[in-house]
């Protein structure tokens, strides 16, 4: 159902069911005199994960009663996960989000929790459960649950508080890919989504609430078998997201681990690539850093010039120290994802790793640039490829895990390749490690992007 821009709903909020009779009308009646106080247009729509109860009957009785209410009923069993991603992509709300049906949270935060994203611009907002021990049901849970929220930080490395919450809400229009691109369906979801939130640098904001446990519900939990599996689906999350250290260089476990590296290896000429480049950058534009690395080009030399950043990087070790130093980094893959628009588009001594796509990397870069594509890459290096003492342990020492290691250009190659697809300039001195392709988008070129953007 297409609505039209007078009929577009604030609010659409999802409640996935499972099993939820004995309290599903008299929590439907706390909600309802909650949201029908606020301004806000809503929607609620019940996603029900194939209950083996009444649930279904009277999630039927409350639509047919409430013409705000409707209700998809799942053919398989998926998990909370799946069941708000169900929802999510079935409504059309500038905020989407799930409140679990119990209220074992209450319903009363939900203005204030909506409001954080309607007038103080976040993009995640979660309630971050604040609960007497006694209200546990055991301290052994209790126990469990503060040590899955340090091994969530631990291993994962964002400062989200408490993840697995069931009171989330998300603003559509930045959220969207981290809600659907989330693979987990059950309650791992949950650690995933704020993950990857906090990867791709979301505003997120965790409001205190109570927590407080119904003494006539039936847990589902068991506490055993679960903490292993959400321990089993933690390790293969960190494996899939690039966090695993088994598969790459130690040189890019750290982003200063990388920077000590390249100060041994080259010295000054590591800073001088990024000293050179920003050269060719005027104060206060914006700036695509692809393969950001550690963010350097912005944190020594773009800052301090007012110009407006972003940095991409496929390797979340990176993403995160950048994170955690106030810097707009994002975890981004330049071969499925579309390069955000700027004014200058940036990669250092990266370029190599699309050998076999460098055809394919220029053009989305041209195409996300409104005034030039800056392509600085190493032409010189320590050893051949050919070298037989240091050839191989070089080779591993570069392996960063993502994308291609083997090949490198020199000089030559460089500046055939710069030459054959119209570069502007191209800057190289005698002993320097890297030259530098300058694309400049034509006159007509920016004008075309920027009518496109």
């Known amino acids: 159902m297409i609505l039209s821009e007078q009929e577009k709903v604030d609010l659409s909020l999802i409640i996935p069911c499972y099993n939820e009779a004995p309290h599903l009308e008299e929590s439907m009646i706390a909600l309802l005199e909650v949201l029908d106080q606020t301004r806000f247009e809503y929607e609620i729509v019940f996603v029900d994960d194939c209950s083996q109860d009444s649930t279904r009957d009277i999630i039927k009785m409350i639509c047919a009663r409430q013409s705000r209410c409707r209700y998809i009923f799942q053919e398989n069993n998926l998990g909370r996960g799946g069941a708000f991603k169900t929802g999510f992509a079935a409504t059309e709300g500038r905020i989407v989000g799930f409140l679990d049906i119990d209220l074992e949270i209450r319903a009363l935060y939900i203005p204030s929790l909506i409001s954080k994203i309607e007038l103080h611009g976040f993009d995640v907002v979660t309630g971050y459960r604040h609960y007497l021990i006694s209200q546990t049901g055991h301290i052994f849970r209790d126990v469990l649950s503060r040590s899955y929220r340090l091994l969530c930080k631990l291993m994962l490395g964002f400062g989200v508080k408490d ?23 059950g309650w791992f979801w949950d650690t995933e989504v704020m993950a990857r939130a906090s990867l791709q640098n979301l505003k997120i904001y965790e409001m205190p609430v109570l927590f407080l446990r119904r003494t006539d519900k039936k847990t589902t939990v068991r506490l055993v078998p679960d903490t292993w599996r959400y321990l089993v689906e933690l390790f293969k999350f960190r494996a899939k997201i690039g966090l695993s250290l088994l598969n790459k260089s130690p040189v890019y476990w750290t982003a200063n681990g990388y920077d000590l590296a390249m100060k041994v290896l080259y010295g000054k000429q590591y800073l001088n690539t990024y000293v050179e480049v920003s050269k060719l950058i005027p104060d206060g534009t914006t700036v695509v850093d692809i393969c950001g690395g550690s963010a350097k080009l912005y944190e020594v030399f773009l800052k301090k010039r007012s110009c407006e950043y972003i940095g991409l990087d496929i390797n979340p070790n990176m993403v995160i120290s950048g994170q955690n130093r106030g810097i707009n980094v994002k975890l981004f893959d330049i071969l499925l994802e579309e390069i955000p628009p700027a004014d200058y588009v940036v990669m250092c001594s990266s370029f190599y790793q699309f050998y076999r796509r460098k055809e394919e990397i220029l053009t989305k870069s041209m195409s996300a640039a409104r005034k030039a594509v800056i392509i600085s890459e190493s032409v010189v290096h320590l050893f051949p490829d050919n070298n037989k003492l240091f050839g191989k342990p ?35 001195q005698d002993g320097q490690r890297n030259a530098i392709a300058v694309f400049k988008k034509s006159q007509d070129e920016s004008v075309h992007s920027k009518s496109s953007q």
């Open 394 to 428: 070089l080779k591993w020492l570069n392996n960063h895990g993502f994308g291609e290691c083997e090949y490198r250009f020199n000089l030559d190659q460089f500046r055939s390749f710069a030459e054959e697809h119209g570069a502007s300039s191209f800057l190289y």
């Open 163 to 185: 993840s697995e919450t069931g009171c989330k809400f998300f603003k559509r229009e930045t959220a969207i890919s981290v809600v659907l691109g989330s693979e987990s369906n």
